[in-house]
C-alpha cells in the first residue's frame, strides 16, 4: 500500500479524510466478498472469536441492564401508581434503544479492539505481507471475513442482549419487587409489536451498528503504522469512532425508522 | 487441525442457535403474538358489552385469587359484543353455570382483570362453555355522568326521529335527560317548553332511528332513576297496529310525581288533596309503633 | 495485455533491473538502479542500514512500484502485471522474511501447509507429506505441531524457510536471514541456504550485513549506497576492491562516503557564535 497522503494536521479534516477512507476501504471489502467465500472457514472462525466469546459480557450486562432499569422504572412508575406498566417499559426501551446501543458499544470495546489490534499486529509482523507474498489477498482472507463476522454476530448478539435484560427485569420486578406475573407479560406483549420493535429496533438497528463498528474495526487495523505504539493508538481510535459512529447512526435510524 | 476447525464450527453454530432461540422468545414470548399456552387449563367463554382495557393474557381471578388467564379477546363479526376467552387451571373445575365475570380494575388506574363471582347453580360450567352472565366496565365517562346526571345520553349520530309529548308536569326534567324503553336508553328529550296556551310542558322526543317500530298509543312516563335521581322519560308500549313517526305526538303521557305529592300521599294518608286532611289521622307514618 | 517477451531459457540472468528509480516521502530511494541477478546462483546484496535493500525485494515481488525503470524477472516485466499474473508469479518467489512473518493462529505444519491449501486441492495426504518433506528438509519435522511463539528466532526462520519453498519456486528472496541467530542458528541457516542452491538450483537473493557469513555462501555480492550499485563482485575479493566505497564499508571505517554527521547545518551558528569568519 503505496499511500503519499498529505500530512493533515488539522482535526476536522482528518477526521474527514478518515471517514472517506473507510467509506472506500467498505467498497474494497464488498467487492472481495466473492473472493473471501474461499476462505468461508475463516469467516466461521472469526465468527466464533467475535461473536461466541462475547456471550459472556452480553449476557451479564444485559442482565445487569434490565434489573437496574426495573429499578428505576417501578419507583418513578410508582408515583403514578402505575407500576404495572414497568415491564412494558423495560422491554420497550430495551428493544428500541438500549439493546442495539448498549450491544454495539459492548462488542466495540471487546471484539473492536481485538480485532484491529490483531489486525496492527498482523501487520507489524509482516505476516499481511507474507500472505501477499503467498498470493493470498489480505483483504479477502482477513478483512472481509472479520467484517462479516461482525455483521451477523451483532443482531444475534443483541437479542441475547435483549433477552437477558427482559429476564433481569423480570426478577427484579416480579421477584423482588412483587409485580404480578401476568400483569407484567399482559402489558408487555400487548404494546410491543414485531416490526416497528423487533425487527425495526432490534435487528435492523444492530446490523447496522455491527457494519460500522466491524468497518471501523478492520479499516483501523489495516491503516494505522505497523508499529507497537500504531497499534495501541488505533484500539483507541477504534473505540472512540465506534462510539461516536453509534449514537450518531442511533439518531437517524430512529428517526427514519421509528 | 480439523479438529480445531470442527470445534470452531459446533461452537459457531451453538452461537447462531442461540441467538435465534433468544431472537424467537423476544418475538413470541414478550411481544404481541405472544401465544398463551397454559399448563393443563380448560377454555371457558364470556361475553362484554365493552372490555374496557382488558388485555390478553390479563389475570382472571375467583375471590382475589389468579385462576387463570385471559386467552383472547375478538369482537364477533356482525355483534357489538365482545367474546371473551379465559384459560382457566383445571384445578379450579368446580365453577357454577350461573357465575357472574365481571371486568374489575385493580386500584384507580390499574389494569383489568376479570374476576369470577360464584353463583348458586348445581352444575360447573364444562370446558368450552360459556358464562352468560358477565358485568362489562364501567367506562369513566358514564361514571362522571352519573355524578353530573347527564349519564346515557346518546349522542345520535346515525340519525334519529322526533315525537312529541305533553305534561301537566316535567318535574325536573330537562333537556339531554334520556329516553328509555325497559331500562335501555333509546333517545332524548331534545327539548322542554312550557305551552303558553294549553298551560302544560311541551317536551319533545328524539329517538334513535333503529326503535321505529314503537306503536302509536305508547304511553310517556317521567320516571326517576333510583331515590333521589335523575329524572328521565320512560316509554311504555302500547298495542296499536301503527307505529310512531317522526313529527307524530303522544297521547297517553304521565307526569313525574312531585316530592311533595309524596310526602303528602304518607301524610295525609291517600289523595293529595288537603282539604280531606282533617282527619286526625294526621300522625306521620314516623309515629307508628 | 503485451505477450510477455521470454527470453530463452539459458538466459544467464533470472531478474534485470534496468534504470530503477523511486523517490519515497522526498527522499530518492533508488536512482536509475541498474542489476542482473544471475540464475540458479547466490546473490547478496549488502549495503548501509536505509539505503532501501528491503524496498528492493519488494520491487522485484512487485509489492511496490518503481517510479521509473523497469524489473524484469524471468522475463515479465513486473509493473506491467495485473493482480492477478502478480500472485501467478509469486507462485515462484519465496520470500523469507526478517521476522519470519508466521501466521499467529496456526501452529508449525499448518504454516507450511497454508500456501498448499490456498493454492491447490490436492488431497489432504498428499499435503501432509509435502509440508512433512519440506520440515524434514529444515530439520524441524518433529516440530510440526508447535505454535509459534514456542519457537526460538532461529527455528521460527527455518519453519519460514519451509513455507517459502514449499512450491519449489524459482527464487528465494531472504530479507536479513542472518539477524539475531546465535552461531548455531546461523550456521543451521547457512547450511539450508546452501543446500536449497546446490541441490535444487533455486537462485537466491539475500539481503544482509553479516560479511563473513556472506562470504561462506554467496557468489556474488553488489553494495549499494545513495540508490545506485556503487560495487560488485566476488565476495572474496570484493573487500580489496579499492574503492572508497568498499574500503569503508568492508575495512569497517566509520566515516567515508557515507557519512557520520547526519547532514546538518553550520556547528558554529547553532551553538551561537555568530558567523564562521573563514
Avoid at chain 1, 494536521?9 to 474494497?28: D, R
Avoid at chain 1, 402489558?187 to 447496522?208: E, F, H, P, Q
Avoid at chain 2, 282539604?275 to 309503633?289: E, F, L, M, R, V
Avoid at chain 3, 518433529?142 to 526460538?152: D, Y
Wanted: aromatic share 8%.
Amino acid at each position: 500500500m503505496n499511500m503519499r497522503e498529505p500530512q493533515r494536521h488539522n482535526v476536522v479534516s482528518q477526521s474527514l479524510a478518515q471517514i472517506g477512507a473507510s467509506g472506500l476501504f467498505l467498497l474494497t471489502l464488498l467487492a472481495a466478498i466473492p473472493r473471501s467465500m474461499r476462505y468461508f472457514r475463516e469467516t466461521v472462525r472469526q465468527l466464533w472469536f467475535v461473536g461466541a466469546m462475547s456471550l459472556t459480557i452480553i449476557m451479564v450486562c444485559g442482565l445487569f441492564v434490565g434489573m437496574v432499569l426495573m429499578l428505576q422504572l417501578y419507583h418513578v412508575l410508582s408515583i403514578f401508581g402505575g407500576t404495572s406498566a414497568s415491564g412494558m417499559v423495560v422491554a420497550l426501551s430495551v428493544y428500541r434503544e438500549l439493546g442495539p446501543v448498549v450491544t454495539a458499544l459492548l462488542f466495540a470495546g471487546r471484539a473492536g479492539t481485538a480485532v484491529t489490534a490483531e489486525i496492527g499486529l498482523m501487520r507489524a509482523t509482516d505476516q499481511i505481507d507474507a500472505m501477499e507474498m503467498m498470493a493470498v489477498d489480505p483483504i479477502a482472507y482477513v478483512a472481509t471475513p472479520r467484517f462479516l463476522a461482525g455483521l451477523i454476530a451483532m443482531p444475534l448478539l443483541c437479542c441475547v442482549f435483549c433477552a437477558m435484560a427482559v429476564f433481569g427485569g423480570h426478577l427484579v420486578g416480579v421477584t423482588w419487587l412483587g409485580i404480578d406475573n401476568g400483569t407484567f407479560w399482559s402489558n408487555m406483549t400487548a404494546v410491543v409489536d414485531v416490526r416497528t420493535d423487533i425487527v425495526n429496533g432490534v435487528l435492523l438497528k444492530s446490523l447496522a451498528f455491527g457494519a460500522v463498528v466491524s468497518l471501523i474495526a478492520v479499516f483501523q487495523g489495516f491503516t494505522t503504522p505497523p508499529t507497537s505504539e500504531g497499534v495501541a493508538y488505533a484500539t483507541t481510535r477504534t473505540v472512540v469512532a465506534s462510539s461516536i459512529a453509534i449514537l450518531a447512526l442511533d439518531f437517524v435510524l430512529t428517526a427514519f425508522l421509528m | 487441525m480439523s479438529q480445531q476447525r470442527s470445534s470452531y464450527a459446533v461452537g459457531t453454530g451453538l452461537f447462531i442457535v442461540l441467538g435465534f432461540a433468544a431472537l424467537a422468545y423476544l418475538a413470541t414470548q414478550t411481544s404481541s403474538v405472544a401465544n398463551v399456552r397454559q399448563g393443563d387449563s380448560y377454555t371457558v367463554d364470556a361475553q362484554f358489552t365493552n372490555i374496557g382495557q382488558l388485555k390478553e393474557r390479563a389475570p382472571v381471578k375467583i375471590a382475589g385469587v389468579r385462576v387463570g388467564q385471559v386467552q383472547s379477546i375478538t369482537l364477533q363479526p356482525g355483534h357489538d359484543v365482545a367474546d371473551v376467552k379465559l384459560s382457566i387451571d383445571k384445578n379450579y373445575n368446580a365453577i357454577p353455570q350461573d357465575s357472574v365475570a365481571t371486568i374489575f380494575t385493580s386500584g384507580l388506574l390499574g389494569d383489568q382483570y376479570v374476576g369470577i363471582e360464584y353463583g348458586s347453580a348445581k352444575q360447573a360450567v364444562a370446558a368450552g362453555g360459556t358464562l352468560a352472565r358477565t358485568k362489562s366496565t364501567q367506562p369513566l365517562e358514564e361514571m362522571l355522568g352519573k355524578f353530573f346526571g347527564a349519564g346515557g345520553v346518546v349522542d345520535n349520530v346515525g340519525g334519529s326521529y322526533v315525537v312529541k309529548a305533553d305534561f301537566s308536569n316535567v318535574g325536573s326534567l330537562s333537556a339531554g335527560a334520556p329516553v328509555k324503553m325497559a331500562g335501555v336508553v333509546i333517545g332524548n328529550v331534545v327539548s322542554v317548553h312550557a305551552d303558553p296556551v294549553k298551560l302544560n310542558a311541551q317536551v319533545v322526543l328524539a329517538i334513535d332511528k333503529r326503535y321505529n317500530a314503537i306503536p302509536d298509543d305508547s304511553a310517556a312516563a317521567v320516571f326517576t332513576s333510583g331515590l333521589i335521581g335523575t329524572q328521565y322519560v320512560a316509554i311504555q308500549p302500547g298495542g296499536s297496529p301503527d307505529v310512531l313517526k317522526d313529527g307524530d305526538e303522544m297521547i297517553l303521557t304521565q307526569s313525574a310525581m312531585q316530592l311533595e305529592d309524596l310526602i303528602g300521599k304518607f301524610l295525609v294518608n291517600g289523595s293529595s288533596d288537603k282539604k280531606d286532611a282533617g282527619d286526625g289521622k294526621s300522625d306521620t307514618p314516623a309515629g307508628k309503633h | 495485455m503485451t505477450q510477455p517477451v521470454r527470453p530463452p531459457p539459458d538466459d544467464p540472468h533470472l531478474v534485470r533491473i534496468r534504470g530503477l528509480t523511486t523517490v519515497l516521502n522526498g527522499k530518492v530511494i533508488f536512482d536509475a538502479l541498474d542489476m542482473d541477478i544471475p540464475r540458479g546462483r547466490i546473490t547478496a546484496i549488502m549495503g548501509p542500514s536505509g539505503t532501501g535493500k528491503t524496498t528492493l525485494l519488494k520491487h522485484i515481488t512487485g509489492q511496490m512500484r518503481a517510479d521509473a525503470g523497469e524489473i524484469r524477472v524471468d522475463g515479465e516485466d513486473v509493473s506491467r502485471l495485473s493482480r492477478e499474473q502478480l500472485y501467478k508469479l509469486r507462485e515462484g518467489i519465496g520470500y523469507l522474511f526478517q521476522n519470519s512473518a508466521l501466521l499467529t493462529d496456526f501452529d508449525v505444519f499448518e504454516n507450511v501447509a497454508f500456501p498448499l491449501r490456498q493454492h491447490t486441492k490436492l488431497p489432504e495426504v498428499l499435503i501432509r507429506n509435502l509440508v512433512l518433506l519440506k520440515l524434514q528438509a529444515v530439520g524441524l519435522r518433529g516440530a510440526a505441531r508447535l505454535m509459534p511463539n514456542e519457537l526460538s528466532g532461529g527455528m521460527a526462520r527455518r519453519v519460514a524457510l519451509a513455507r517459502a519453498i514449499v512450491f519449489d519456486p524459482m527464487l528465494i528472496l531472504y530479507d536479513e536471514p542472518f539477524v539475531g541467530l546465535d552461531p548455531v542458528a546461523l550456521n543451521q541457516v547457512l547450511k539450508l541456504i546452501r543446500t536449497l542452491n546446490q541441490t535444487l538450483g533455486i537462485t537466491s537473493v539475500l539481503v544482509a550485513h553479516e560479511l563473513e557469513a556472506v562470504k561462506q555462501v554467496a557468489d556474488h555480492v553488489f553494495l549499494i549506497a545513495n540508490g545506485k550499485v556503487v560495487a560488485q563482485g566476488d565476495p572474496k575479493t570484493i573487500a580489496n576492491d579499492g574503492s572508497a566505497w568498499t574500503r569503508q564499508f568492508f575495512g569497517g571505517e566509520a566515516d567515508g562516503p557515507v557519512p557520520f554527521q547526519y547532514p546538518a547545518g553550520d556547528y558554529a551558528q547553532a551553538l551561537g557564535f555568530a558567523g564562521a569568519s573563514k
